[in-house]
Protein backbone atom coordinates (compact mmCIF):
# COMPACT_ATOMS: atom_id res chain seq x y z
CA UNK A 1 0.00 0.00 0.00
CA UNK A 2 1.59 3.88 -0.80
CA UNK A 3 0.83 5.97 1.74
CA UNK A 4 -0.05 9.67 1.35
CA UNK A 5 3.19 12.14 1.89
CA UNK A 6 2.44 14.73 3.76
CA UNK A 7 4.95 17.67 2.86
CA UNK A 8 4.36 20.60 5.19
CA UNK A 9 5.13 24.26 3.43
CA UNK A 10 8.05 25.25 5.10
CA UNK A 11 10.83 26.89 2.99
CA UNK A 12 13.81 25.40 4.92
CA UNK A 13 12.58 21.49 4.08
CA UNK A 14 10.24 21.49 1.17
CA UNK A 15 12.87 20.80 -1.51
CA UNK A 16 14.56 18.02 0.41
CA UNK A 17 10.80 16.39 1.13
CA UNK A 18 10.04 16.27 -2.47
CA UNK A 19 13.29 14.90 -3.79
CA UNK A 20 12.10 11.25 -4.04
CA UNK A 21 8.18 11.00 -4.10
CA UNK A 22 6.73 7.63 -3.85
CA UNK A 23 3.47 8.60 -3.85
CA UNK A 24 0.41 10.91 -3.39
CA UNK A 25 1.70 14.08 -2.15
CA UNK A 26 -0.73 16.03 0.42
CA UNK A 27 0.44 19.60 0.79
CA UNK A 28 0.28 21.24 4.03
CA UNK A 29 -0.20 24.66 4.35
CA UNK A 30 1.67 25.93 7.94
CA UNK A 31 1.09 29.68 9.04
CA UNK A 32 4.34 31.70 7.20
CA UNK A 33 4.89 29.23 4.73
CA UNK A 34 5.45 28.63 0.90
CA UNK A 35 1.68 29.93 -1.56
CA UNK A 36 0.74 26.47 -1.77
CA UNK A 37 -0.09 27.38 -5.38
CA UNK A 38 3.58 28.19 -6.23
CA UNK A 39 3.99 25.00 -4.69
CA UNK A 40 2.05 23.36 -6.29
CA UNK A 41 3.01 24.47 -9.77
CA UNK A 42 6.54 23.41 -8.75
CA UNK A 43 5.97 20.05 -7.80
CA UNK A 44 3.53 19.30 -10.93
CA UNK A 45 6.32 20.80 -13.31
CA UNK A 46 9.04 18.80 -11.76
CA UNK A 47 7.15 15.53 -11.69
CA UNK A 48 5.22 13.92 -14.21
CA UNK A 49 4.21 11.10 -11.47
CA UNK A 50 3.28 13.54 -8.68
CA UNK A 51 -0.24 13.61 -7.69
CA UNK A 52 -0.80 16.23 -5.39
CA UNK A 53 -3.45 17.34 -2.87
CA UNK A 54 -3.59 21.15 -2.38
CA UNK A 55 -4.35 22.16 1.30
CA UNK A 56 -7.28 24.27 0.23
CA UNK A 57 -9.18 26.03 -2.66
CA UNK A 58 -7.22 29.03 -4.06
CA UNK A 59 -7.65 32.03 -2.00
CA UNK A 60 -8.30 34.74 -4.49
CA UNK A 61 -9.88 38.18 -5.01
CA UNK A 62 -12.87 36.76 -7.64
CA UNK A 63 -14.15 33.40 -8.71
CA UNK A 64 -12.38 34.13 -11.82
CA UNK A 65 -8.94 34.74 -10.37
CA UNK A 66 -9.52 31.20 -8.47
CA UNK A 67 -10.70 29.98 -12.60
CA UNK A 68 -7.20 31.28 -13.71
CA UNK A 69 -5.26 29.71 -10.58
CA UNK A 70 -6.62 26.39 -11.05
CA UNK A 71 -6.39 26.48 -15.26
CA UNK A 72 -2.29 26.99 -14.46
CA UNK A 73 -2.37 23.77 -12.71
CA UNK A 74 -4.34 22.18 -15.24
CA UNK A 75 -2.21 23.36 -17.83
CA UNK A 76 0.79 21.45 -15.97
CA UNK A 77 -1.40 18.62 -15.00
CA UNK A 78 -4.01 17.68 -15.99
CA UNK A 79 -6.12 15.71 -12.89
CA UNK A 80 -2.91 15.05 -11.25
CA UNK A 81 -3.95 17.65 -9.20
CA UNK A 82 -6.74 17.85 -6.62
CA UNK A 83 -8.27 20.54 -4.67
CA UNK A 84 -10.59 19.81 -1.59
CA UNK A 85 -14.41 21.61 -2.26
CA UNK A 86 -16.27 22.65 0.03
CA UNK A 87 -19.78 20.11 1.06
CA UNK A 88 -22.21 20.42 -1.54
CA UNK A 89 -24.96 22.59 -1.03
CA UNK A 90 -27.45 19.94 -2.10
CA UNK A 91 -28.82 17.34 -0.07
CA UNK A 92 -31.22 15.87 -2.87
CA UNK A 93 -28.48 14.76 -5.65
CA UNK A 94 -29.64 12.57 -7.97
CA UNK A 95 -28.65 8.62 -7.39
CA UNK A 96 -25.91 7.41 -9.43
CA UNK A 97 -26.26 10.92 -12.14
CA UNK A 98 -22.55 12.01 -12.11
CA UNK A 99 -21.51 15.78 -10.55
CA UNK A 100 -19.61 18.35 -10.80
CA UNK A 101 -19.50 21.11 -8.37
CA UNK A 102 -17.49 24.29 -7.96
CA UNK A 103 -13.44 22.80 -7.24
CA UNK A 104 -14.31 19.05 -8.07
CA UNK A 105 -11.80 17.89 -10.56
CA UNK A 106 -12.93 18.38 -14.36
CA UNK A 107 -15.45 21.54 -13.01
CA UNK A 108 -13.63 24.06 -15.23
CA UNK A 109 -13.45 22.48 -18.38
CA UNK A 110 -17.45 21.61 -18.16
CA UNK A 111 -18.68 24.99 -16.73
CA UNK A 112 -16.75 27.26 -19.57
CA UNK A 113 -17.84 26.70 -23.13
CA UNK A 114 -16.02 27.26 -26.42
CA UNK A 115 -16.08 30.77 -26.51
CA UNK A 116 -17.25 31.95 -22.86
CA UNK A 117 -16.65 31.44 -19.08
CA UNK A 118 -19.46 30.17 -16.55
CA UNK A 119 -19.96 29.29 -13.13
CA UNK A 120 -22.72 27.51 -12.38
CA UNK A 121 -23.84 25.60 -9.42
CA UNK A 122 -23.97 22.48 -10.13
CA UNK A 123 -23.12 20.49 -13.61
CA UNK A 124 -24.84 16.87 -13.60
CA UNK A 125 -23.88 15.13 -16.92
CA UNK A 126 -26.50 11.64 -17.22
CA UNK A 127 -25.13 8.98 -19.61
CA UNK A 128 -28.94 7.31 -19.96
CA UNK A 129 -32.59 8.78 -20.69
CA UNK A 130 -33.32 7.82 -17.22
CA UNK A 131 -30.96 9.59 -15.90
CA UNK A 132 -31.90 12.98 -17.95
CA UNK A 133 -35.03 12.22 -15.82
CA UNK A 134 -33.62 12.10 -12.57
CA UNK A 135 -31.83 15.01 -13.51
CA UNK A 136 -35.18 16.84 -14.85
CA UNK A 137 -36.43 15.77 -11.32
CA UNK A 138 -33.90 17.63 -9.64
CA UNK A 139 -34.29 20.79 -11.92
CA UNK A 140 -38.11 20.87 -10.72
CA UNK A 141 -37.55 20.73 -7.08
CA UNK A 142 -35.01 23.72 -7.55
CA UNK A 143 -36.88 26.16 -9.83
CA UNK A 144 -34.69 28.95 -8.29
CA UNK A 145 -31.72 27.54 -10.18
CA UNK A 146 -31.21 28.38 -13.79
CA UNK A 147 -31.34 25.51 -15.98
CA UNK A 148 -29.62 25.30 -19.31
CA UNK A 149 -28.42 22.62 -21.39
CA UNK A 150 -25.01 21.20 -22.77
CA UNK A 151 -23.99 19.05 -25.52
CA UNK A 152 -20.98 19.59 -27.15
CA UNK A 153 -20.67 23.10 -25.19
CA UNK A 154 -20.19 25.00 -28.43
CA UNK A 155 -22.77 26.84 -28.80
CA UNK A 156 -22.43 30.51 -29.46
CA UNK A 157 -25.66 31.86 -27.37
CA UNK A 158 -24.26 31.17 -24.53
CA UNK A 159 -27.21 29.26 -23.14
CA UNK A 160 -25.49 25.89 -22.37
CA UNK A 161 -23.66 27.66 -19.05
CA UNK A 162 -24.09 30.19 -16.29
CA UNK A 163 -23.61 32.02 -13.17
CA UNK A 164 -24.93 30.51 -10.30
CA UNK A 165 -27.60 27.60 -11.49
CA UNK A 166 -27.87 24.20 -12.97
CA UNK A 167 -26.39 22.99 -16.55
CA UNK A 168 -27.66 19.55 -18.05
CA UNK A 169 -25.08 18.05 -19.73
CA UNK A 170 -25.70 15.52 -22.23
CA UNK A 171 -22.00 14.75 -23.63
CA UNK A 172 -21.76 11.30 -22.34
CA UNK A 173 -24.95 10.03 -24.94
CA UNK A 174 -22.68 10.32 -27.42
CA UNK A 175 -23.13 7.22 -29.52
CA UNK A 176 -23.61 6.98 -33.61
CA UNK A 177 -25.39 3.89 -35.16
CA UNK A 178 -25.53 4.02 -38.87
CA UNK A 179 -28.35 1.89 -39.81
CA UNK A 180 -30.13 0.74 -43.36
CA UNK A 181 -31.21 2.78 -45.89
CA UNK A 182 -28.90 5.92 -45.05
CA UNK A 183 -30.30 6.28 -41.57
CA UNK A 184 -28.14 7.31 -39.20
CA UNK A 185 -29.34 7.07 -35.13
CA UNK A 186 -27.05 9.83 -33.26
CA UNK A 187 -26.68 10.75 -29.53
CA UNK A 188 -26.98 14.32 -28.64
CA UNK A 189 -23.31 14.56 -27.52
CA UNK A 190 -21.88 13.01 -30.40
CA UNK A 191 -19.95 15.97 -32.59
CA UNK A 192 -20.43 16.24 -36.24
CA UNK A 193 -17.09 15.38 -37.01
CA UNK A 194 -17.61 11.70 -35.42
CA UNK A 195 -21.24 11.65 -37.26
CA UNK A 196 -18.67 12.71 -40.39
CA UNK A 197 -16.34 9.93 -40.06
CA UNK A 198 -18.92 7.49 -39.11
CA UNK A 199 -21.08 7.77 -42.35
CA UNK A 200 -18.09 8.32 -44.38
CA UNK A 201 -17.56 4.64 -44.46
CA UNK A 202 -20.58 4.44 -46.41
CA UNK A 203 -19.93 7.25 -48.79
CA UNK A 204 -22.55 8.94 -46.70
CA UNK A 205 -22.41 12.65 -45.42
CA UNK A 206 -25.19 15.03 -43.47
CA UNK A 207 -25.38 18.57 -43.92
CA UNK A 208 -24.40 20.29 -40.41
CA UNK A 209 -22.88 23.56 -39.79
CA UNK A 210 -19.52 24.54 -40.58
CA UNK A 211 -17.39 23.52 -37.94
CA UNK A 212 -16.79 19.77 -37.25
CA UNK A 213 -16.56 20.10 -33.08
CA UNK A 214 -19.82 21.41 -32.66
CA UNK A 215 -22.19 19.16 -30.64
CA UNK A 216 -25.56 17.72 -32.18
CA UNK A 217 -27.47 18.68 -29.77
CA UNK A 218 -28.14 22.08 -30.08
CA UNK A 219 -27.51 22.81 -33.96
CA UNK A 220 -29.94 19.14 -34.24
CA UNK A 221 -33.03 21.40 -32.31
CA UNK A 222 -32.26 24.82 -33.98
CA UNK A 223 -32.01 24.27 -37.73
CA UNK A 224 -27.91 23.88 -38.79
CA UNK A 225 -27.14 26.07 -41.42
CA UNK A 226 -23.92 24.32 -43.41
CA UNK A 227 -21.90 23.63 -46.38
CA UNK A 228 -24.61 20.91 -47.42
CA UNK A 229 -27.92 22.60 -46.73
CA UNK A 230 -28.34 24.25 -50.37
CA UNK A 231 -28.26 21.00 -51.69
CA UNK A 232 -29.97 18.99 -48.78
CA UNK A 233 -31.67 21.70 -47.04
CA UNK A 234 -31.06 22.67 -43.42
CA UNK A 235 -29.75 20.07 -40.62
CA UNK A 236 -33.37 19.07 -38.91
CA UNK A 237 -34.82 18.67 -42.51
CA UNK A 238 -32.44 15.56 -42.62
CA UNK A 239 -34.01 14.69 -38.91
CA UNK A 240 -36.55 11.11 -39.52
CA UNK A 241 -37.20 11.01 -35.66
CA UNK A 242 -35.95 12.11 -32.04
CA UNK A 243 -36.02 10.64 -28.40
CA UNK A 244 -36.40 13.02 -25.93
CA UNK A 245 -37.56 13.62 -22.58
CA UNK A 246 -40.22 15.89 -21.30
CA UNK A 247 -40.46 18.32 -18.45
CA UNK A 248 -42.08 16.20 -16.12
CA UNK A 249 -39.49 12.83 -17.12
CA UNK A 250 -41.84 11.15 -19.76
CA UNK A 251 -39.61 9.55 -22.23
CA UNK A 252 -41.17 9.89 -25.87
CA UNK A 253 -40.21 9.58 -29.64
CA UNK A 254 -41.89 12.43 -32.24
CA UNK A 255 -41.59 11.73 -35.68
CA UNK A 256 -44.04 11.94 -38.65
CA UNK A 257 -45.99 9.50 -37.58
CA UNK A 258 -45.93 9.54 -34.18
CA UNK A 259 -46.02 13.16 -31.58
CA UNK A 260 -46.14 14.61 -35.15
CA UNK A 261 -46.98 18.35 -34.02
CA UNK A 262 -44.06 18.21 -31.09
CA UNK A 263 -42.06 17.07 -33.81
CA UNK A 264 -42.62 20.32 -35.53
CA UNK A 265 -41.63 22.07 -32.92
CA UNK A 266 -38.90 20.42 -31.95
CA UNK A 267 -37.17 21.39 -35.42
CA UNK A 268 -36.55 24.74 -34.37
CA UNK A 269 -37.62 25.21 -30.99
CA UNK A 270 -36.42 21.81 -29.53
CA UNK A 271 -35.04 23.93 -26.08
CA UNK A 272 -37.85 24.62 -25.16
CA UNK A 273 -39.74 21.19 -24.98
CA UNK A 274 -37.10 18.68 -23.77
CA UNK A 275 -33.95 16.80 -23.13
CA UNK A 276 -32.85 14.70 -26.53
CA UNK A 277 -31.41 11.97 -25.97
CA UNK A 278 -31.32 10.36 -29.53
CA UNK A 279 -31.71 11.83 -32.96
CA UNK A 280 -32.47 9.63 -36.52
CA UNK A 281 -31.12 11.22 -39.37
CA UNK A 282 -31.19 10.22 -43.05
CA UNK A 283 -27.92 11.18 -45.06
CA UNK A 284 -27.17 11.52 -48.39
CA UNK A 285 -24.85 10.08 -50.94
CA UNK A 286 -21.54 12.50 -50.59
CA UNK A 287 -18.27 11.31 -51.91
CA UNK A 288 -15.89 14.10 -53.02
CA UNK A 289 -16.32 17.68 -52.30
CA UNK A 290 -14.19 20.63 -53.58
CA UNK A 291 -13.09 22.79 -50.44
CA UNK A 292 -11.96 26.26 -50.36
CA UNK A 293 -10.12 28.84 -48.20
CA UNK A 294 -9.79 31.72 -50.18
CA UNK A 295 -8.67 35.42 -48.56
CA UNK A 296 -9.19 38.74 -50.69
CA UNK A 297 -8.19 42.15 -49.98
CA UNK A 298 -9.87 45.24 -51.10
CA UNK A 299 -10.51 48.96 -50.22
CA UNK A 300 -14.06 49.08 -51.32
CA UNK A 301 -16.08 46.86 -48.76
CA UNK A 302 -19.18 48.04 -49.75
CA UNK A 303 -18.37 47.22 -53.31
CA UNK A 304 -17.10 43.96 -52.61
CA UNK A 305 -20.12 42.65 -50.32
CA UNK A 306 -22.50 43.71 -52.99
CA UNK A 307 -20.79 41.72 -55.85
CA UNK A 308 -20.62 38.76 -53.53
CA UNK A 309 -24.25 38.90 -53.39
CA UNK A 310 -24.25 38.48 -56.73
CA UNK A 311 -22.36 35.91 -57.05
CA UNK A 312 -23.52 34.12 -54.41
CA UNK A 313 -27.27 34.83 -56.00
CA UNK A 314 -26.97 32.78 -59.29
CA UNK A 315 -24.64 30.13 -57.63
CA UNK A 316 -26.28 26.38 -58.48
CA UNK A 317 -27.07 24.82 -55.57
CA UNK A 318 -23.91 22.01 -55.15
CA UNK A 319 -21.71 25.28 -54.28
CA UNK A 320 -22.03 27.26 -50.68
CA UNK A 321 -19.52 29.81 -49.92
CA UNK A 322 -19.49 32.34 -46.10
CA UNK A 323 -17.82 34.97 -46.42
CA UNK A 324 -16.36 36.60 -43.12
CA UNK A 325 -14.33 39.82 -42.60
CA UNK A 326 -13.85 42.30 -39.66
CA UNK A 327 -12.92 46.27 -38.92
CA UNK A 328 -11.37 47.80 -42.08
CA UNK A 329 -7.47 48.58 -40.89
CA UNK A 330 -5.35 51.24 -42.68
CA UNK A 331 -8.40 51.38 -45.53
CA UNK A 332 -8.45 47.98 -46.71
CA UNK A 333 -10.42 45.10 -45.41
CA UNK A 334 -9.23 40.81 -45.88
CA UNK A 335 -12.07 38.76 -46.68
CA UNK A 336 -11.97 35.69 -45.88
CA UNK A 337 -14.35 32.87 -47.51
CA UNK A 338 -14.86 29.08 -47.33
CA UNK A 339 -16.82 27.00 -48.47
CA UNK A 340 -17.75 23.90 -50.89
CA UNK A 341 -18.57 22.34 -54.06
CA UNK A 342 -19.99 19.11 -54.02
CA UNK A 343 -18.13 17.38 -56.96
CA UNK A 344 -15.05 15.79 -56.78
CA UNK A 345 -14.43 17.38 -60.85
CA UNK A 346 -11.24 19.74 -60.36
CA UNK A 347 -12.62 21.24 -63.89
CA UNK A 348 -16.15 21.95 -61.88
CA UNK A 349 -14.88 23.10 -58.96
CA UNK A 350 -12.97 25.80 -60.03
CA UNK A 351 -15.84 27.22 -62.59
CA UNK A 352 -17.97 27.10 -59.59
CA UNK A 353 -15.58 29.32 -57.62
CA UNK A 354 -13.84 31.48 -59.69
CA UNK A 355 -16.69 34.01 -59.82
CA UNK A 356 -16.41 34.35 -56.03
CA UNK A 357 -12.60 35.13 -56.37
CA UNK A 358 -12.91 37.78 -58.20
CA UNK A 359 -15.21 39.78 -55.92
CA UNK A 360 -11.41 41.71 -54.90
CA UNK A 361 -7.65 40.88 -54.84
CA UNK A 362 -7.13 37.68 -54.21
CA UNK A 363 -4.23 37.10 -51.95
CA UNK A 364 -4.25 33.93 -51.05
CA UNK A 365 -5.84 30.72 -52.16
CA UNK A 366 -6.43 26.79 -50.90
CA UNK A 367 -8.57 24.50 -52.74
CA UNK A 368 -8.70 20.99 -52.75
CA UNK A 369 -10.20 17.70 -53.06
CA UNK A 370 -11.41 15.96 -50.21
CA UNK A 371 -13.87 13.78 -48.78
CA UNK A 372 -16.77 15.75 -46.59
CA UNK A 373 -15.25 13.92 -43.30
CA UNK A 374 -12.23 15.35 -43.69
CA UNK A 375 -13.21 18.49 -44.16
CA UNK A 376 -15.11 18.39 -41.11
CA UNK A 377 -12.21 16.26 -39.10
CA UNK A 378 -9.87 19.85 -38.96
CA UNK A 379 -12.31 20.86 -35.71
CA UNK A 380 -9.61 20.30 -33.26
CA UNK A 381 -10.76 17.72 -30.50
CA UNK A 382 -12.41 19.43 -27.67
CA UNK A 383 -10.19 16.34 -25.48
CA UNK A 384 -11.01 15.24 -21.67
CA UNK A 385 -9.86 18.18 -20.15
CA UNK A 386 -12.90 20.06 -22.13
CA UNK A 387 -13.29 23.79 -22.65
CA UNK A 388 -11.09 26.56 -21.36
CA UNK A 389 -13.54 29.80 -22.80
CA UNK A 390 -13.35 33.17 -21.12
CA UNK A 391 -15.19 35.99 -21.06
CA UNK A 392 -18.79 37.12 -22.32
CA UNK A 393 -19.12 37.50 -26.10
CA UNK A 394 -21.81 39.53 -27.72
CA UNK A 395 -23.19 38.45 -31.07
CA UNK A 396 -26.25 39.32 -32.90
CA UNK A 397 -27.64 37.44 -35.67
CA UNK A 398 -30.64 38.01 -38.41
CA UNK A 399 -31.91 36.45 -41.82
CA UNK A 400 -30.99 38.75 -44.81
CA UNK A 401 -33.54 38.26 -47.63
CA UNK A 402 -31.75 39.65 -50.44
CA UNK A 403 -28.17 41.48 -49.77
CA UNK A 404 -29.11 45.10 -51.37
CA UNK A 405 -27.30 47.64 -51.95
CA UNK A 406 -28.41 49.81 -48.76
CA UNK A 407 -27.41 46.43 -46.57
CA UNK A 408 -23.95 46.58 -47.69
CA UNK A 409 -23.43 50.66 -47.20
CA UNK A 410 -24.73 50.04 -43.97
CA UNK A 411 -22.78 46.43 -42.87
CA UNK A 412 -19.66 48.69 -44.25
CA UNK A 413 -20.56 51.47 -41.58
CA UNK A 414 -21.14 48.82 -38.65
CA UNK A 415 -17.56 47.52 -39.93
CA UNK A 416 -15.64 50.49 -39.73
CA UNK A 417 -17.66 51.30 -36.17
CA UNK A 418 -15.39 48.63 -34.72
CA UNK A 419 -18.06 47.15 -32.67
CA UNK A 420 -17.76 43.78 -34.27
CA UNK A 421 -14.57 41.61 -35.19
CA UNK A 422 -16.43 39.18 -37.01
CA UNK A 423 -19.23 40.08 -39.46
CA UNK A 424 -20.51 36.68 -41.39
CA UNK A 425 -22.68 35.99 -44.40
CA UNK A 426 -23.74 32.44 -44.36
CA UNK A 427 -25.40 31.55 -47.56
CA UNK A 428 -28.41 30.46 -47.94
CA UNK A 429 -31.26 29.49 -50.30
CA UNK A 430 -31.16 26.21 -52.84
CA UNK A 431 -32.93 23.36 -50.48
CA UNK A 432 -33.54 25.30 -47.63
CA UNK A 433 -36.35 26.85 -49.82
CA UNK A 434 -37.70 23.95 -50.82
CA UNK A 435 -39.33 23.26 -46.89
CA UNK A 436 -42.95 24.94 -46.90
CA UNK A 437 -41.88 27.61 -44.13
CA UNK A 438 -44.80 26.51 -41.87
CA UNK A 439 -43.18 22.81 -42.15
CA UNK A 440 -41.30 22.78 -38.91
CA UNK A 441 -40.95 25.78 -36.24
CA UNK A 442 -37.70 27.03 -38.41
CA UNK A 443 -40.11 29.44 -40.07
CA UNK A 444 -37.72 31.26 -41.84
CA UNK A 445 -36.76 29.12 -45.20
CA UNK A 446 -36.68 32.21 -48.41
CA UNK A 447 -33.30 34.05 -46.78
CA UNK A 448 -30.31 34.75 -49.13
CA UNK A 449 -28.13 35.06 -46.18
CA UNK A 450 -27.89 33.89 -42.67
CA UNK A 451 -25.99 37.14 -40.67
CA UNK A 452 -23.79 37.01 -37.63
CA UNK A 453 -21.65 39.76 -35.86
CA UNK A 454 -19.70 39.17 -32.64
CA UNK A 455 -18.50 42.08 -30.69
CA UNK A 456 -17.07 42.37 -26.76
CA UNK A 457 -19.38 45.46 -26.10
CA UNK A 458 -22.92 44.86 -25.38
CA UNK A 459 -24.16 48.01 -25.32
CA UNK A 460 -21.89 49.08 -28.40
CA UNK A 461 -22.93 46.57 -30.84
CA UNK A 462 -26.62 46.88 -29.61
CA UNK A 463 -26.73 50.27 -30.59
CA UNK A 464 -25.29 49.85 -33.70
CA UNK A 465 -26.82 46.93 -34.72
CA UNK A 466 -30.06 48.09 -34.10
CA UNK A 467 -29.47 51.66 -35.78
CA UNK A 468 -27.73 50.32 -38.93
CA UNK A 469 -28.88 46.21 -39.49
CA UNK A 470 -32.34 45.37 -38.17
CA UNK A 471 -34.46 47.07 -40.84
CA UNK A 472 -32.93 44.93 -43.29
CA UNK A 473 -33.85 41.47 -41.80
CA UNK A 474 -36.62 39.42 -41.59
CA UNK A 475 -35.94 37.16 -38.74
CA UNK A 476 -33.03 35.81 -36.84
CA UNK A 477 -31.17 32.33 -35.52
CA UNK A 478 -31.26 31.59 -32.31
CA UNK A 479 -27.72 29.53 -32.31
CA UNK A 480 -25.96 33.22 -32.96
CA UNK A 481 -27.87 35.27 -31.14
CA UNK A 482 -27.46 36.70 -26.75
CA UNK A 483 -29.85 39.44 -26.95
CA UNK A 484 -32.19 38.41 -24.32
CA UNK A 485 -34.93 41.43 -24.58
CA UNK A 486 -38.15 39.87 -25.41
CA UNK A 487 -38.40 41.10 -28.97
CA UNK A 488 -36.08 39.06 -29.96
CA UNK A 489 -38.53 35.69 -29.50
CA UNK A 490 -40.76 37.48 -32.32
CA UNK A 491 -38.03 38.11 -34.28
CA UNK A 492 -37.04 34.53 -34.15
CA UNK A 493 -40.71 32.76 -34.93
CA UNK A 494 -43.30 34.73 -37.06
CA UNK A 495 -47.24 35.17 -35.40
CA UNK A 496 -48.45 32.25 -36.60
CA UNK A 497 -45.34 30.14 -35.71
CA UNK A 498 -45.37 31.57 -31.92
CA UNK A 499 -48.72 31.10 -31.12
CA UNK A 500 -48.46 27.08 -32.43
CA UNK A 501 -45.28 26.98 -29.95
CA UNK A 502 -47.44 28.30 -27.03
CA UNK A 503 -50.12 26.06 -27.56
CA UNK A 504 -47.50 22.90 -27.23
CA UNK A 505 -45.69 25.09 -24.52
CA UNK A 506 -49.19 24.65 -22.51
CA UNK A 507 -49.50 20.83 -23.01
CA UNK A 508 -45.91 19.77 -22.86
CA UNK A 509 -44.22 22.36 -20.14
CA UNK A 510 -47.16 24.39 -18.76
CA UNK A 511 -44.64 24.96 -15.50
CA UNK A 512 -41.84 26.80 -18.06
CA UNK A 513 -38.98 24.35 -16.60
CA UNK A 514 -36.91 25.40 -19.62
CA UNK A 515 -37.44 29.11 -19.36
CA UNK A 516 -33.53 30.42 -20.12
CA UNK A 517 -33.12 29.51 -23.91
CA UNK A 518 -35.49 31.66 -25.85
CA UNK A 519 -38.41 31.19 -23.29
CA UNK A 520 -41.91 30.95 -24.60
CA UNK A 521 -44.32 31.50 -21.97
CA UNK A 522 -47.54 29.94 -22.69
CA UNK A 523 -49.82 32.36 -21.55
CA UNK A 524 -48.27 34.69 -24.38
CA UNK A 525 -46.79 37.10 -21.90
CA UNK A 526 -43.58 37.59 -23.93
CA UNK A 527 -45.88 39.82 -26.22
Known amino acids: MIMDQRIALDPATFAAATTHLDGPAVLEDHEGGLDPWTAAVWLA ?9 LPAAPAA ?30 DDLPDGVLKLEPGDPGYRGRSSTYMRGGRPALILRPRTPGEVADALAFARRHPELALGLRSGGHGISGRSTNTGGLIIDVGGLNSIEVLANGHV ?14 LDKYDLALGSGDYGGVGVGGLATAGG ?29 ASDDENQELFWAVRGAGANFGVATAFEFEAEAVTEVGWAQLALVTQDLEESMRQFGEVARDAPRDTTVFWLTGQPRQGQSVIQMYGMVDSGDPDTIVERLTPFATTGLLAQQQVVVARYADVMAQAADVG ?59 AHRTPEFSVAAIGMDRQALDEAWDRLMVRHFDGLYLSFETDRRPERLHDAFPPATLERLRELKRRYDPGRLFRDNFPIDPQGEDR
Not at 246 to 252: C, E, K, N, Q
Open 45 to 53: ARDDNARIT
Open 185 to 198: RVGPGATWKQVAAA
Open 61 to 90: VSPEMADKALDTLTALAGTRVRVPGAPSRF
Open 225 to 253: IGFLSREQGLTIDRLRAVELVLADGTPVR
Open 384 to 442: AEGHHGRGEPISRSGFLPRLTDEFARDAAELLRSGTTFFFQLRHMGGAIADTPSDATAF
